[in-house]
């Protein structure tokens, strides 16, 4: 299969799309607690994201991933981050991270994904989280202050424990 010079090769590595977006209003992100029976994040914290759809880029991505998901458009929203998520397995997943701007924090919907919800940045170490969260909201946070974008590689050891890789961009 050939598109003017893309070549498919099925053997070889390739990624799903996705995005994670932290919100930001004063002190406070926005986090989503995962609902139950979402898997083994069931109960745990993360950010607001997923899969980017056929034809989109991962901004609008994005942008329509917070309305689905909060009900908010953000003020601002910058990309921070891009990080590969190696599944030890074929696929495996890129994931587009940013960070959005909230000028009015607004209504938020509990919907299937699970339940949107504002936390004092200073609390964060004091929640049900998913593994990375700790790691990769500081990484975001520098990103967006120094106006870069930060790359990363997720890897899983033989136990199954999450390996994280930073590189400047």
């Known amino acids: 299969m050939s ?3 893309q070549r498919y090769q099925p053997d070889r590595y390739s990624l799903i799309p996705r995005t994670l977006t932290f919100l930001l209003h004063e002190d406070e ?3 989503m607690k995962v609902a139950k029976g979402r898997g083994t994040w069931s109960g745990l914290y993360n950010g607001v994201g997923g899969h980017i759809e056929r034809g989109e880029e991962p901004y609008t991505a994005a942008l329509r991933e917070i309305l689905e998901e909060t009900n908010i458009s953000p003020s ?6 891009i990080v590969q998520i190696d599944t030890n397995s074929n696929p495996g997943i890129g994931l587009y991270v940013f960070i959005g701007r909230v000028d ?3 209504d938020l919907p509990k919907g299937p994904e699970g339940t949107p919800e504002w936390i004092k940045i ?3 170490d004091t929640l049900p989280r998913v593994e ?3 790691q990769i909201i500081p990484k975001t946070f520098e990103a967006e202050r120094s106006r870069s ?3 990363a590689k997720y890897l899983y050891d033989s136990q199954d424990r999450l390996n994280i890789i930073f590189t400047a961009g």
Do not use: M, R, W
Request: aromatic letters at 8%; charged letters at 10%; one cysteine or more.
């Open 3 to 5: 598109l003017s010079g």
């Open 132 to 134: 990375d969260l700790l």
């Open 76 to 81: 601002a929203l910058t990309l921070c981050g």
């Open 29 to 31: 992100i926005l986090l």
């Open 149 to 151: 974008v930060f790359f």
């Open 104 to 106: 009015h924090k607004g």
């Open 122 to 124: 200073s609390d964060l």
